[in-house]
């Protein structure tokens, strides 16, 4: 029978693994501070840019950030 904290960390793995997947292909998610809307209302009622996003009501994921910076230190390292 097999332990179910090697079935929890193969699940584990592979939401991981697919979730880099997903990073891999489409490394943009919608912002979550604006909900994609790209402006937010200020207390006085005007109008701003989404300072999280720049005002492009999107965002680099995490997951793509990560690798991003594997890749770089994969190539620095091999200079
Ligand atoms: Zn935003």
Redesign the pocket.
Known sequence: MVPIALLASLAAIIYAASYLALCAVSPWG???????????RTAIGTRR???????????VRTGRRLLDYIRTEYQAGNR
């Open positions: 919608r912002c979550r501070r604006c909900q994609g809307r790209r402006s937010h840019d989404c300072p999280r996003c720049d005002g492009t009501g999107i965002r």
